[in-house]
T-cell receptor
Framework: GENVEQHPSTLSVQEGDSAVIKCTYS??????FPWYKQELGKGPQLIID?????GEKKDQRIAVTLNKTAKHFSLHITETQPEDSAVYFC???????????????FGQGTILTVHP | NAGVMQNPRHLVRRRGQEARLRCSPM?????VYWYRQLPEEGLKFMVY????????ESGMPKERFSAEFPKEGPSILRIQQVVRGDSAAYFC????????????FGEGSRLTVL
């Protein structure tokens, strides 16, 4: 099955700096790579995703890049703000079962702290 | 437009008791996934269900754990004879029949075993 590794486990930045979180995956057939943000006591929420036919995607201060050859993808947050402080999870979609099979394998998470 | 609803949000059980966690998916969603999150760890897949069918239970412990998603009513994750190691947050997610990939998560049920 799929295995997703995520680094770093903790990341501390000053407000206004950039933050980068990296993930690698093992199954070359995986085709969908979302990033989730989890605030304390809440459920994970999707913040951005990328599919295997795209190399980069951007949404305001958040961007994700995908390198299929190397099987790694990264989350980039620019101009960080204190409200960006949360746990961030990368994930990869299992390739089995076609479009109706949505099982995601998650990385271990990164605790991002943005200091004012 | 309600999201994924989980209850109870918090549950305390003594060792040996049973825990039942409920999940109502988003309207129009027929796929339900259960994940477990241990303290300061990631989300571990447990089981994937469609209405009245278990599609993938590869992450479910072989004993004491069961899940169902009946034709009517919420999905239920049942843990029998709970032990301290079952203490965790249990998250339910749902997706529509033709999935774009996104899973929509509930707020979780936090189980504490005394």
């Amino acid at each position: 099955g799929e295995n997703v590794e995520q680094h770093p486990s903790t990341l501390s930045v000053q407000e206004g700096d950039s933050a980068v979180i990296k993930c690698t995956y093992s199954d070359s057939a995986s085709n969908y790579f979302p990033w989730y943000k989890q605030e304390l006591g809440k459920g994970p929420q999707l913040i951005i995703d990328i599919r295997s036919n795209v190399g980069e995607k951007k949404d305001q201060r958040i961007a994700v890049t995908l390198n299929k050859t190397a099987k790694h993808f990264s989350l980039h947050i620019t101009e960080t703000q204190p409200e960006d402080s949360a746990v961030y999870f990368c994930a990869a979609r299992d390739s089995a079962g076609g479009t109706s099979y949505g099982k995601l394998t998650f990385g271990q998470g990164t605790i991002l702290t943005v200091h004012p | 437009n309600a999201g994924v609803m989980q209850n109870p949000r918090h549950l305390v059980r003594r060792r040996g008791q049973e825990a039942r966690l409920r999940c109502s998916p988003m309207k129009g969603h027929s796929h339900v996934y259960w994940y477990r999150q241990l303290p300061e760890e990631g989300l571990k897949f447990m089981v994937y269900l469609q209405k009245e069918n278990i599609i993938d239970e590869s992450g479910m412990p072989k004993e004491r754990f069961s899940a169902e998603f009946p034709k009517e009513g919420p999905s239920i994750l049942r843990i029998q004879q709970v032990v301290r190691g079952d203490s965790a947050a249990y998250f339910c997610a749902s997706s529509p029949p033709i999935s774009t990939g996104e899973l929509f998560f509930g707020e979780g049920s936090r189980l504490t075993v005394l």
